[in-house]
Structure formats: structure tokens, C-alpha cells
């Protein structure tokens, strides 16, 4: 699978949303470095943390077993697996919200923004 992948931060420092749907085409446009947007594979069976640590990103986590959310990112096309026991309310799995840490990509492109553990909803959870 190829994942296109867009830091948080960058939102906040550009005025943009999670929902805008030109998000993506506005970060390959942006000339942003590739700490906060570019693209990786993710070879079988590897989750999206383990894909990012490979290709030499530091992306957030803490626990690295699905009970934290500080590996928290927000898929915004294609899908990332989600095992049965985690910390996310049903609130936040509804918008797209997976955890790096033990998602698998199920689909062969995924566009995900990672960091996103400080989206106000996610910063009370970890409280
Ligand atoms: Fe804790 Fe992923 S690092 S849920």
C-alpha cells in the first residue's frame, strides 16, 4: 500500500481543516518539507507507525498497544485496520480517526494526516 501523509501541525499553521477536500491538493501544492508531507509504502503486515519509523520519521506514539491514542491519526481516504479492544470512543472511529500503532493499511492507498493526538476530543481522552 502507498500512504500519502500530511502532518497536523500543518493545518493550524495554513488555516486548513481536517474536512476541506482539496486538503491533500493543498499540501502537494504547499512545497512543504517531507517531515510534513510526501508518501511512503507499507510493506505487508507492518502497521503505519512501523512503516513511518522505516522510512526514518519520528511520528508520536507512547504505548504502541492501542491504549493511548498518542499515535492517533485521522484517515481521510482509503482505511486502516483497528483491532477490537482501544481507546477511541465510537465518536471518533466514525470521523477517521485510527491509531498508527496496530493499524494495518486494508487498502492499496490511504491519505492520512498523523499527530493528530491534539484535536480537542482526543486531548481529553489522554487526560
Ligand atoms: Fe498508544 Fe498507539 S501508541 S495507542
Avoid at 43 to 57: C, I, K, P, Q, S
Avoid at 82 to 98: F, K, Q
Wanted: hydrophobic letters at 40%; aromatic letters at 8%; proline letters at 5%.
Amino acid at each position: 500500500p502507498l500512504v500519502e501523509y500530511l502532518d497536523y501541525e500543518v493545518l493550524a499553521d495554513n488555516g486548513w481543516e481536517l474536512t476541506d477536500e482539496d486538503l491533500f491538493e493543498k499540501a502537494a501544492a504547499a512545497n512543504l518539507d517531507g517531515e510534513d508531507y510526501g508518501q511512503f509504502r507499507v510493506e505487508e503486515r507492518d502497521t503505519l507507525l512501523e512503516a513511518a519509523e522505516e522510512h526514518g520519521f519520528t511520528w508520536p506514539f507512547s504505548c504502541r498497544g492501542g491504549a493511548c491514542a498518542n499515535c492517533a491519526v485521522a484517515v481521510v481516504e482509503g482505511d486502516l485496520s483497528l483491532p477490537v479492544s482501544h481507546v477511541l470512543p465510537s465518536e471518533m472511529t466514525d470521523r477517521g480517526i485510527r491509531l498508527s500503532c496496530v493499524g494495518e493499511p486494508i487498502t492499496d492507498d490511504l491519505k492520512v494526516v498523523y499527530n493528530v493526538k491534539h484535536l480537542p476530543a482526543l486531548d481529553e481522552l489522554r487526560l
